[in-house]
């Protein structure tokens, strides 16, 4: 293990495939050094790889995620960098109706191994057009996944995992997450992280927190809240993945604590928290004591000010009052 920022996992999992695969290249707006991206998790890999295959892209997310595809159904495997997830609005064409259906509608003739990393989120005060979350969009479309690690060590495995799928993928990065440290498997280059499989961060018996993204250490936080001034016993999982995400366990979650919040930092409407808790009611109404909990931000757009910002956009209060509010009408 060796310890080491969510910034340089990335740069450690994109090494280490690169090294791997020589098909897998880079692709994006200053990927290349000295800058190394917009936030410096490709820096190095020019150098020590090359410019053909760590390739500075023109200002145009419509022509970066078009030439993905067009490397990836040549057959190399392209991580695309775009700026902000904001930006994908730009290049939903070639996401959705290029990189997700190729497969399907050539009858598996044609494969799109692209990943498509890209950052943002609220937090930083950058916003309502570098602040949005917009992984329910994704999620909505068949043929692509999508990822959200939280941890430095999930960063590395789950790219790893995500570069070597034959499916186009989009690896959200919480910019909130760059710094933050974690113990992150070295010994063997082959380990990855499985797409679609939810970690157990902590263990409970009195309810499950559903959670993904930089909110699993809002999550972590809560629980631990509610259990030194309450003594509620709170499981939080981390999905990772969000399409698709792991249903059994979920679901196998609940059946043993009875209830249930699922939080995200996306616009609480129409977002994937309601999906996840639609599935709790259709396939486990039977072990439910309390209604299911949704957590996200208010339906606006998220303020400049960082004050407005923290009323718009849930964090630790917002999953503690969720928790405790579901407890108190279980009986709890």
Request: proline content about 5%; some cysteine; overall charge negative.
């Amino acid at each position: 293990m060796s310890d080491m920022t969510f910034r340089d996992a990335l740069r450690l999992a994109l090494a280490e495939e690169l090294e791997r695969d020589p098909t897998v290249m880079v692709l994006g707006e200053d990927v290349a050094d000295p800058l190394g991206g917009s936030y410096r998790v490709t820096l190095g890999l020019s150098t020590r790889f090359g410019a053909q295959r760590i390739r500075n892209t023109p200002i145009s997310e419509t022509a970066i995620v078009g030439a993905g595809i067009g490397a990836a159904l040549v057959g190399l495997r392209p991580v695309v960098e775009v700026m902000y997830m904001d930006f994908l609005e730009l290049a939903m064409d070639q996401v959705v109706s290029q990189a997700a259906k190729a497969r399907y509608m050539s009858g598996g003739q044609v494969r799109v191994p692209m990943v498509v990393r890209c950052q943002g989120g609220p937090g930083r005060a950058a916003a309502a057009q570098h602040s949005q979350l917009l992984e329910a969009w994704f999620a909505h479309v068949p043929g692509l996944k999508v990822v959200v690690p939280s941890t430095p060590a999930d960063a590395r495995g789950l790219l790893k995992s995500a570069i070597r799928d034959d499916n186009p993928v989009i690896f959200f990065e919480s910019n909130l997450l760059y710094n933050v440290r974690g113990d992150v498997p070295q010994d063997d280059a082959d380990t990855v992280t499985p797409l679609g499989t939810a970690r157990l961060v902590r263990e409970g018996t009195d309810i499950t927190v559903v959670t993904w993204g930089a909110m699993v250490h809002d999550a972590i936080a809560a629980a631990e809240q509610a259990h030194a001034r309450w003594g509620v016993s709170a499981e939080v999982l981390d999905l990772r993945t969000i399409s698709p995400w792991d249903r059994e366990a979920v679901l196998a979650s609940f059946r043993k604590t009875g209830s249930a919040v699922v939080a995200h930092q996306a616009v609480r409407q129409g977002g994937v928290g309601a999906e996840i808790a639609a599935t709790l009611y259709e396939e486990a109404l039977d072990y439910a004591d309390a209604e299911i909990a949704r957590v996200g931000a208010a339906f606006a757009p998220t303020p400049f000010s960082p004050e407005l910002e923290r009323i718009v956009v849930p964090g630790v209060d917002q999953i503690l009052d969720a928790i405790v509010t579901t407890q108190a009408r279980r009986g709890g």
